[in-house]
T-cell receptor
Framework: AQKITQTQPGMFVQEKEAVTLDCTYD???????LFWYKQPSSGEMIFLIY??????QNATEGRYSLNFQKARKSANLVISASQLGDSAMYFC???????????FGTGTRLTIIP | EAGVAQSPRYKIIEKRQSVAFWCNPI?????LYWYQQILGQGPKLLIQ????????DSQLPKDRFSAERLKGVDSTLKIQPAKLEDSAVYLC???????????????FGSGTRLTVV
């Protein structure tokens, strides 16, 4: 079975600063994918970034990067130069290889302070 | 490209009543999912369809929840009778089989917020 752990229930960050959201995972699969989603108060899940277990380089998408440490089973999301619009819930999720369903963590509520 | 459509957006019902949610996935997406997201938690998979067949419904409370996906396109999720603990956001998502995208094009709808009183 897969498990995702997000240990930061909430974070407050000053605007324009960088922020790291933690995510650790547990799986016995060799092939898997890791996702980060943003969920604003409107409720939709917005895809941010993806990392495959066999990807050698850390994924980057604009201001988002994923700090993937496979041996430690961690996949932290880094947001550079945070903006007020980044205030939302952030979820880490995992998809096991050969399956499409996602297992989510409990999320981190990020609040950006002007 | 149109996204995943869900309706209604909000629903308030009394306990023991029934309710139904509708989802229209992205055109061409073979796989459809229903997730339940209780306040303060991450989404939890209720049921996964591949075309019009069920792939995984191990987390679906089958004594009160049912879902169908006729013709492999739209899907409905029903709760009958509803309990207080069913208050949650119900998210629909769809994806396509692995091809050129490692993310499978996984896309969520805006969800239906259900309040049972």
């Amino acid at each position: 079975a897969q498990k995702i752990t997000q240990t930061q229930p909430g974070m407050f960050v000053q605007e324009k600063e960088a922020v790291t959201l933690d995510c650790t995972y547990d799986t016995s699969d060799q092939s898997y994918g890791l996702f980060w989603y943003k969920q604003p108060s409107s409720g939709e899940m917005i895809f941010l970034i993806y990392q495959g277990s066999y990807d050698e380089q850390n994924a980057t998408e604009g201001r988002y990067s994923l700090n993937f440490q496979k041996a430690r089973k961690s996949a932290n999301l880094v947001i550079s130069a945070s903006q007020l619009g980044d205030s939302a819930m952030y979820f880490c999720a995992m998809r096991p290889g050969g399956n499409e369903k996602l297992t989510f963590g409990t999320g981190t509520r990020l609040t950006i302070i002007p | 490209e149109a996204g995943v459509a869900q309706s209604p957006r909000y629903k308030i019902i009394e306990k023991r009543q029934s309710v139904a949610f509708w989802c229209n996935p992205i055109s061409g997406h073979a796989t459809l999912y229903w997730y339940q997201q209780i306040l303060g938690q991450g989404p939890k998979l209720l049921i996964q369809f591949q075309n019009n067949g069920v792939v995984d419904d191990s987390q679906l409370p089958k004594d009160r929840f049912s879902a169908e996906r006729l013709k492999g396109v739209d899907s409905t999720l029903k709760i009958q009778p509803a309990k207080l603990e069913d208050s949650a956001v119900y998210l629909c998502a769809s994806s396509f089989n692995p091809g050129t995208s490692k993310t499978y094009g996984y896309t969520f709808g805006s969800g239906t917020r259900l309040t049972v009183v």
